[in-house]
């Protein structure tokens, strides 16, 4: 729900095969009122310009291999957790599919409506050890 409303979940790691080789869409949903496949890439640190090149491919598939006839073209949206505004323009400039770049703040602390539904830090390490 934190992405607004209208969005169906299709899948996470969704899977895209392209003449024999197999290529991993972060998260992949369906947005009813834009009527259209929105891809979520998720990248740890800074935007890169060669995230844009890998978008525009998974942009292109989608549109060509999973859209409906009647669905508009597929949005792409590449979540980092720092960009340079410059940076981003000049990778941007003179694609013309929809993308966009974001970030996302990390905190240690768990909020306080979310403990003892979601493991906190301690508890996630353990899990992962």
Known sequence: MSI????AFIGNQYRLVVEDEEYFIDLLFYNRRLQCLVVFELKRGKFKPEYLGKMNFYLSALDEMVKQPHENPSIGIILCSNKTDKVVEYSFRDFNKAMGVATYKTSKALP???KGILPDEIALKKLLK
């Open 112 to 114: 306080r409506k979310y």
């Open 4 to 7: 607004g409303t209208d969005f």
